[in-house]
């Protein structure tokens, strides 16, 4: 079966600090992976995507994301976090069956950024 | 440049009743799907549609959910004699294609009462 996981349900880091939200999968064939935040009361809000190419993908706000086929994982990452980063984050992959395309996520991060 | 738009944003129902939940994609995108995200997990995957046509409708909890999206652009989502555990929150994406970044809208919080 294909699936997202997100090994931690909180990550907790100091301004200025460097981040990491960890995420694997599982899937058949080529993965189609995804980062998305969400704020309270807000829909998601897409980060970045792997598709193919570069290892390392760079996305929205700062962040980035770097996919390892021998692991499985596909973690975000930060250089310096800002408090304004804290938020519920979710990694996703696309599958693909004969009716379409659809997004596994994860059961997401909460990411609290201290001060 | 709008984003998706859903409305109502918030929904109160008594069980038994009926609600219908409108998804307004951006224009343009030919691919609308719909997520339920339960409190405390990751959104989940209902339907899916490629224009007028749905494509997919493989998470659809029960056949008291429903569909549409007559005219290829604006959808509903209909749940028929609601149940409290379908109290969740109702996410519509849209991309422009089926291959595409899925954009999301804020999402309707449904409460079954």
């Known amino acids: 079966a294909q699936s997202v996981a997100q090994p931690e349900d909180q990550v907790n880091v100091a301004e200025g600090n460097p981040l990491t939200v960890k995420c694997t999968y599982s899937v058949s064939g080529n993965p189609y992976l995804f980062w998305y935040v969400q704020y309270p009361n807000r829909g998601l809000q897409f980060l970045l995507k792997y598709i193919t190419g570069d290892n390392l993908v760079k996305g929205s706000y700062g962040f980035e994301a770097e996919f390892n086929k021998s692991q499985t994982s596909f973690h975000l990452k930060k250089p310096s976090a800002l408090v304004s980063d804290s938020a519920l984050y979710f990694c996703a992959v696309r599958v693909f069956n004969q009716a379409g395309t659809a997004l596994i996520f994860g059961k997401g991060t909460t990411l609290s950024v201290s001060s | 440049g709008a984003g998706v738009s859903q409305s109502p944003r918030y929904k109160v129902a008594k069980r038994g009743q009926d609600v219908a939940l ?92």
């Open chain 2, 22 to 113: 409108r998804c307004d994609p951006i224009s343009g995108h030919v691919s609308l799907f719909w997520y339920q995200q339960a409190l405390g997990q990751g959104p989940e995957f209902l339907t899916y549609f490629q224009n007028e046509a749905q494509l997919d409708k493989s998470g659809l909890p029960s056949d008291r959910f429903f569909a549409e999206r007559p005219e290829g652009s604006v959808s509903t989502l209909k749940i028929q004699r609601t149940q409290q555990e379908d109290s969740a929150v109702y996410l519509c994406a849209s991309s422009l294609t089926g291959q595409e970044t899925q954009y999301f809208g804020p999402g309707t919080r449904l409460l079954v009462l």
